[in-house]
């Protein structure tokens, strides 16, 4: 029989993961302060740097707040906090060979699915907003800064037509890992090719045709990402 190593666990996650099963379970609940420093101590039977390490564990996964000088507080978790923590992983992920590419068909499988959705449950006020940010991408030609931000503002109103706040930190995610991506694309003459793609999205979306959404959405992404593999190839 081989021997197994086995990790030893560092007794402050032991702290977090009961803490955070306490706060699951309603022991705790949003807004409710947790004990002391020093009564967790005497509950958990640790040292003070246990109990802070499980704190800021915690507060790292958006369950607490900790502030200095007062007693943790429990805190709901966003879906930013899910996506804060992905950040590090996924800019390794996209620096391996293929990463970019990865990322790209995970925005474009995602940003599909934004687009159908839109075109069949936009509402008046929801096609306003998306006419609104159209028009201010369009108004941004010529400056490339100022279009690379309406650009994201304009994909990120179809992001929230889904009313999914998941959605919509999944979108601004993706925007910033690829940000670099878009900056690259961006050269000049290709903003207004952007504006006419994003034009052609909004008009599918507000004639309520989700293919036709698609097809768009897709279009001006497959050109975005062939357009990226031109430049950086050319720079090699």
Known sequence: MRIAQVKQRRLS????DRLERMIRDGEF??????????DLMRHFGVGRPSVREALLRLSKMGLVEVRSGERARVTRPTPQVVIDQ???SAR?????PGGVHDFQNARTFFEIGLARHAARH????????LEEALEVNRQSIGDLRRFERTDVDFHFVLAEISRNPIFMA???ALAEWLLEQRRTTLAAGEDQKAFEAHRLIF???ASGDPDRA???MREHLDYVARRYTDVVGAGE
Do not use: F, N, Y
Request: hydrophobic fraction near 45%; glycine fraction near 2%; avoid cysteine.
């Open 214 to 216: 698609e097809a768009a």
């Open 86 to 88: 992905l950040s590090g």
């Open 13 to 16: 996650e032991d702290v977090a």
């Open 203 to 205: 008009e599918a979306v």
């Open 92 to 96: 390794h992920m996209m620096a391996a």
């Open 29 to 38: 609940l949003e807004a409710d302060r947790l004990p002391s420093e020093r």
């Open 122 to 129: 936009a509402t008046p006020q929801d096609l306003k907003r």
């Open 170 to 172: 999944i979108h601004a």
